[in-house]
T-cell receptor, first 114, second 115 residues
C-alpha cells in the first residue's frame, strides 16, 4: 500500500511568482487536507478537499487555492508569492470523509521564496 | 489565538525511563486528539489518538491520557528508546461547523532520549 506522496520535494521561487504543489493521497483515501508548517511551529490548516470540493478553510488568503481530482489526488496553488510563504507544505489524507478520525501525512514540499 | 499549546519546547530523558509529553487546549469543541511524531525531512507520522469520550488509550509503549475537565492531555512513552528522539506534536480535531475535520496543532516538543 502506497502512502501519501508529494511533489516536488523542494523548490525555490521568487516573490510574486506562482507555484503549484501536488499530492497523491493514500490508496482508498477520499479526503485531502493541506497544511503549512513554518520553521519552529506546528502545521497550520490551509484547507480540506472532499469529493472535489473545498470543505473547510483555515485563515489563509484567497491566493491560496486548491483542487481535488476524481482519483482523489490534489493540488495546492499559491499566487503572488510572498517571502512569508516560505515553509514546509504538508498534505494529509484520510479514508472516511471529513469526519475521518486520523489524517496521514506525506513528506512535504519545502518552498523557499526569495 | 493558540488553541492547542505544548508548553515544553524540549524534553530530555534517559533510555529506559518514562517520557511524558504534555498538551493543553482551550476549545471545548474538539472531539478527537492525536499525537504525531516527526523526524527531520519527513512528514508527521501518526502515533496514537483518543476520543473525547475516553480518558485513556494504550498502544504498546505509548499511552495517551485525556483530562477533559482540565483540558489537558499527555503522552507517556515507557520505556523510552533512543529511536523515539523526534519532535512530537499534539493535534486536536474540530467537531463540526465550517472547521469540521480540521486539525489544530501545538508547537511541538523536541524529545531527546539519551542512551
Amino acid at each position: 500500500e502506497t502512502g501519501v506522496t508529494q511533489s516536488p520535494t523542494h523548490l525555490i521561487k521568487t516573490r510574486g511568482q506562482q507555484v503549484t504543489l501536488r499530492c497523491s493521497s493514500q490508496s482508498g483515501h477520499n479526503t485531502v487536507s493541506w497544511y503549512q508548517q513554518a520553521l519552529g511551529q506546528g502545521p497550520q490548516f490551509i484547507f480540506q478537499y472532499y469529493r472535489e470540493e473545498e470543505n473547510g478553510r483555515g485563515n489563509f488568503p484567497p491566493r491560496f487555492s486548491g483542487l481535488q481530482f476524481p482519483n482523489y489526488s490534489s493540488e495546492l496553488n499559491v499566487n503572488a508569492l510572498e517571502l512569508d510563504d516560505s515553509a514546509l507544505y504538508l498534505c494529509a489524507s484520510s479514508p472516511s470523509g471529513p469526519g475521518g478520525e486520523t489524517q496521514y501525512f506525506g513528506p512535504g514540499t519545502r518552498l523557499l521564496v526569495l | 489565538d493558540q488553541q492547542v499549546k505544548q508548553n515544553s519546547p524540549s524534553l530530555s530523558v534517559q533510555e529506559g525511563r518514562i517520557s511524558i509529553l504534555n498538551c493543553d487546549y482551550t476549545n471545548s469543541m474538539f472531539d478527537y486528539f492525536l499525537w504525531y511524531k516527526k523526524y527531520p525531512a519527513e512528514g508527521p507520522t501518526f502515533l496514537i489518538s483518543i476520543s473525547s469520550i475516553k480518558d485513556k488509550n494504550e498502544d504498546g509503549r505509548f499511552t495517551v491520557f485525556l483530562n477533559k475537565s482540565a483540558k489537558h492531555l499527555s503522552l507517556h512513552i515507557v520505556p523510552s528508546q533512543p529511536g523515539d528522539s523526534a519532535v512530537y506534536f499534539c493535534a486536536a480535531r474540530s467537531a463540526g461547523g465550517t472547521s469540521y475535520g480540521k486539525l489544530t496543532f501545538g508547537q511541538g516538543t523536541i524529545l531527546t532520549v539519551h542512551p
